[in-house]
């Protein structure tokens, strides 16, 4: 998650020379501190995954069609069905961790 102290967590715990991915992203007052000779030290990778680091134009479709096969199963990756009404109390479930995704039926 972008969370500056899961993120320090997943650098001193992972193995020498691993690589550290940060896929939640952090609000812009976040800040991380590290020695750089830990980091120097440590050797490894730290990266951050954007969107899944995925191509739209390529793997949407890909996903798409492996979703109408069954072969990706796309209701695990829903926590809620909501209304329109209920958005800003899922974006606040979402902040406290409670809910994974929240998808909005109109």
């Known amino acids: 998650v972008g969370l500056p102290a899961t993120w320090r967590q997943a650098f001193y715990g992972r ?30 990778k730290l990266k951050s995954s954007w969107y899944g680091d995925c191509l739209p134009d390529r793997d949407f479709p890909m996903l798409v069609d492996l979703c109408q096969q069954g072969r990706f199963p796309l209701e695990k990756f829903v926590s809620e069905r909501i209304g329109i009404g209920d958005v800003e ?10 809910v994974l995704r929240s998808v909005v039926e109109l």
């Open 15 to 44: 193995d020498l020379a691993g690589t550290v991915v940060l896929v939640g992203v952090p609000t812009p007052e976040m800040e991380l501190t590290v020695p750089l000779l830990d980091v120097f030290g440590r050797g490894g």
């Open 89 to 98: 109390s899922a974006f606040e479930k979402m902040a406290k961790g409670q």
